[in-house]
């Protein structure tokens, strides 16, 4: 009978086990796309903008298959802030760099000691990769014996980069397992791809364009690099790593800065003309059927279900795409916000956001939520479980909570800030927006410096639900209003985030910070 003992309590163990529930599958990591346009406007997708005169087919039907955002943001009115932000979960004005852009000459501005979204994914397990236009500096090799000069906007600024040397402080390391790009916007010299921290071609010559919509700045052009051709390498680069990632396990997350529609505008000779709204809507509708490629491509891998496509833009619309003459022909770019790209006005910093995500977000679903493209950052570690440290993405609210459509979220940001183009703040908590500036802080009138502002209040609060076009500053009929926001914005420059957490610094500069006077007023 002693050998029953064991043979019973086999079979009692089984049974146990045999009843116990199954432990449920760890949900699959999904990968993420992010497509950030330039130079943009709120007004250019017709989902946004239902009187808007270019088409944009594939766009809308990205919106119809997803979530579209009508009230989100960039941390900036212009390219390089609004590239940090996202990248870091941080607003750019806590960085070096307190008002206008790089150019592409210039040094890293990102710190490889700071955390990315990259970092972010990678430590989790991903496969990352940067494709398009960088715009946040990268150190390029200097030629034996000689020194840097000169800041970038000159010809004669880059005759000491020595192009055969690798360059540091790359996208590479701030977590890209791959990279490949170019250092500045399109009409910013120099004009050469690097690919993991090589130029890929040594420039041979100089170019320049000085036509209307077409212009780029003179400088080095490396012989494998034509401005017309850039904006489709991007997208068919970025297709062909979908396709060979998708047969991986692991996850992947492709960020595809577009140079475009930003200037010089170059749509490829098969779009010239069909718009009939100026070439930047033949661009426009050349980006948009690169998108419907990037969507093909997605479905055709069988990876839709689990892939997060986020579609934005990294400011308003450009004056350089020839907003009054657009405007004439009835396609307002920013819709019907006041401004434009480098504002304070809502047209500088309004954007489209569209997130699709079969398997987590309800198709032809809309938020109204106040966001921002900082946000990315804590919505990315949200969705694979990283715990942000009280020194990373200190301005980065997850947006996962939102992408549930049939969930009830009374309140997600506490406040957002903006800045424009000479480094002017403003900040919105609810319906209320208050500028810390007495006019656009960017190139609408009336701009800093301009007689016309001599005359104009110090600040201005806009109620956006009763006058979103920003006509009427009710800053005197409100002055409770503008000091709680204004000791709001206060706080959130002085503790170093605007998210709960521990206090932290804002990066040293040499000399005043002189658009933060009002902090010690």
């Given at each position: 009978?002693?050998?029953?003992?064991?043979l019973?309590?086999?079979?009692?163990?089984?049974?146990?086990?045999?009843?116990?529930?199954?432990?449920?599958?760890?949900?699959?990591?999904?990968?993420?796309?992010?497509?950030?346009?330039?130079?943009l406007?709120?007004?250019?997708?017709?989902?946004?903008?239902?009187?808007?005169?270019?088409?944009?087919?594939?766009?809308?039907?990205?919106?119809k298959?997803?979530?579209?955002?009508?009230?989100?943001?960039?941390?900036?009115?212009?390219?390089?802030?609004?590239?940090?932000?996202f990248?870091?979960?941080?607003?750019?004005?806590?960085?070096?760099?307190?008002?206008?852009?790089?150019?592409?000459?210039?040094?890293?501005?990102?710190?490889?000691?700071?955390?990315?979204?990259?970092?972010?994914?990678?430590?989790?397990?991903?496969?990352?990769?940067?494709?398009?236009?960088?715009?946040?500096?990268?150190?390029?090799?200097?030629?034996?014996?000689?020194?840097?000069?000169?800041?970038?906007?000159?010809?004669?600024?880059?005759?000491?980069?020595?192009?055969?040397?690798?360059?540091?402080?790359?996208?590479?390391?701030?977590?890209?397992?791959?990279?490949?790009?170019?250092?500045?916007?399109?009409?910013?010299?120099?004009?050469?791809?690097?690919?993991?921290?090589?130029?890929?071609?040594?420039?041979?010559?100089?170019?320049?364009?000085?036509?209307?919509?077409?212009?780029?700045?003179?400088?080095?052009?490396a012989?494998?690099?034509?401005?017309?051709?850039?904006?489709?390498?991007?997208?068919?680069?970025?297709?062909?790593?979908?396709?060979?990632?998708?047969?991986?396990?692991?996850?992947?997350?492709?960020?595809?800065?577009?140079?475009?529609?930003?200037?010089p505008?170059?749509?490829?000779?098969?779009?010239?003309?069909?718009?009939?709204?100026?070439?930047?809507?033949?661009?426009?509708?050349?980006?948009?059927?690169?998108?419907?490629?990037?969507?093909?491509?997605?479905?055709?891998?069988?990876?839709?279900?689990?892939?997060?496509v986020?579609?934005?833009?990294?400011?308003?619309?450009s004056?350089?795409?020839?907003?009054?003459?657009?405007?004439?022909?009835?396609?307002?770019?920013?819709?019907?916000?006041?401004?434009?790209?480098?504002?304070?006005?809502?047209?500088?910093?309004?954007?489209?956001?569209?997130?699709?995500?079969?398997?987590?977000?309800?198709?032809?679903?809309?938020?109204?939520?106040?966001?921002?493209?900082?946000?990315?950052?804590?919505?990315?570690?949200?969705?694979?479980?990283?715990?942000?440290?009280?020194?990373?993405?200190?301005?980065?609210?997850?947006?996962?909570?939102?992408?549930?459509?049939?969930?009830?979220?009374?309140?997600?940001?506490?406040?957002?800030?903006?800045?424009?183009?000479?480094?002017?703040?403003?900040?919105?908590?609810g319906?209320?927006?208050?500028?810390?500036?007495?006019?656009?802080?960017g190139?609408?009138?009336?701009?800093?410096?301009?007689?016309?502002?001599?005359?104009?209040?110090?600040?201005?609060?806009?109620?956006?639900?009763?006058?979103?076009?920003?006509?009427?500053?009710?800053?005197?009929?409100?002055?409770?209003?503008?000091?709680?926001l204004?000791?709001?914005?206060?706080?959130?420059?002085?503790?170093?985030?605007?998210?709960?957490?521990?206090?932290?610094?804002?990066?040293?500069?040499?000399?005043?910070?002189?658009?933060?006077?009002?902090?010690?007023?």
């Amino acid at each position: 009978m002693k050998y029953c003992i064991p043979l019973l309590t086999s079979i009692l163990l089984l049974q146990i086990f045999s009843c116990s529930p199954k432990q449920p599958e760890q949900e699959k990591l999904p990968n993420i796309i992010v497509i950030l346009a330039d130079d943009l406007g709120y007004g250019d997708i017709g989902a946004f903008n239902p009187e808007s005169k270019i088409p944009t087919p594939y766009i809308d039907q990205l919106a119809k298959d997803g979530m579209k955002f009508t009230d989100a943001h960039t941390p900036a009115a212009v390219c390089t802030p609004t590239r940090y932000g996202f990248l870091t979960g941080r607003y750019n004005w806590r960085s070096k760099l307190k008002s206008g852009v790089l150019t592409g000459k210039s040094n890293a501005l990102i710190p490889d000691d700071r955390t990315t979204i990259a970092d972010v994914l990678k430590n989790k397990g991903y496969e990352t990769a940067f494709i398009g236009k960088w715009h946040l500096g990268w150190n390029w090799g200097i030629k034996d014996g000689q020194e840097s000069q000169g800041e970038g906007w000159n010809p004669q600024d880059f005759d000491h980069i020595d192009f055969s040397k690798a360059i540091t402080h790359s996208p590479n390391d701030l977590g890209f397992d791959y990279a490949y790009g170019h250092s500045g916007s399109l009409d910013m010299a120099p004009y050469v791809y690097v690919e993991n921290g090589m130029a890929t071609a040594i420039p041979e010559k100089v170019t320049v364009d000085k036509g209307k919509y077409s212009w780029w700045r003179e400088g080095p052009t490396a012989p494998d690099f034509d401005h017309e051709e850039v904006t489709p390498n991007f997208f068919e680069r970025s297709i062909q790593y979908i396709e060979e990632n998708a047969k991986d396990e692991k996850p992947f997350f492709l960020y595809l800065a577009l140079p475009s529609p930003h200037t010089p505008i170059l749509p490829t000779e098969e779009w010239q003309g069909k718009s009939g709204v100026l070439p930047f809507g033949d661009f426009m509708m050349m980006i948009d059927d690169y998108v419907g490629k990037v969507t093909e491509a997605i479905n055709k891998a069988g990876i839709e279900e689990n892939t997060l496509v986020i579609f934005t833009s990294d400011n308003g619309g450009s004056p350089a795409a020839g907003l009054e003459e657009l405007a004439a022909l009835g396609h307002l770019s920013n819709y019907i916000f006041r401004g434009h790209k480098a504002d304070l006005y809502e047209g500088g910093h309004r954007v489209p956001f569209i997130a699709k995500w079969p398997e987590k977000i309800e198709k032809g679903t809309a938020s109204d939520h106040t966001i921002c493209l900082t946000d990315l950052m804590a919505t990315s570690a949200e969705i694979v479980g990283y715990e942000l440290q009280d020194h990373e993405g200190e301005d980065s609210y997850s947006l996962l909570g939102l992408f549930n459509a049939a969930k009830q979220v009374d309140q997600f940001r506490e406040a957002t800030v903006h800045h424009s183009i000479d480094g002017s703040f403003a900040i919105r908590q609810g319906d209320w927006k208050l500028l810390m500036a007495k006019g656009s802080g960017g190139w609408s009138f009336p701009k800093p410096g301009d007689p016309a502002e001599a005359e104009l209040p110090d600040v201005q609060l806009y109620n956006l639900a009763s006058d979103p076009g920003e006509k009427i500053n009710l800053q005197e009929e409100n002055p409770e209003k503008v000091a709680s926001l204004k000791n709001l914005l206060i706080k959130y420059i002085k503790e170093g985030r605007s998210t709960p957490g521990v206090p932290q610094q804002n990066d040293p500069i040499e000399g005043e910070w002189k658009q933060i006077g009002f902090v010690e007023e």
